[in-house]
């Protein structure tokens, strides 16, 4: 397993954690999700055999958040 924690923009409540704890969590090989609203980060524990970090930063963006590198 492989830990990463990403910067991301624009979470500001309830629904913000919901929507990228939710849709990263679906994705094949993430094991735990974790948004801080008061940092802006992301903290996610994953199987890089079975999801690329890039897939998990896509995600992310598609919910409508800016993950920054």
């Known amino acids: 397993m492989e830990k990463i924690t ?3 923009e624009g979470m500001s409540c309830g629904h913000c954690v919901k929507a990228v704890e939710g849709s990263v969590g679906k994705l094949q090989g993430v094991s735990d ?9 992301v903290d996610v524990e994953f199987n890089n055999q079975q999801v690329s970090v890039e897939q998990i930063k896509e995600t992310i963006d598609d919910q409508g958040y ?3 590198a």
């Open 6 to 8: 990403l910067q991301v």
């Open 33 to 41: 999700v974790k948004v801080n609203l008061e940092t802006g980060t």
């Open 66 to 68: 800016d993950v920054k």
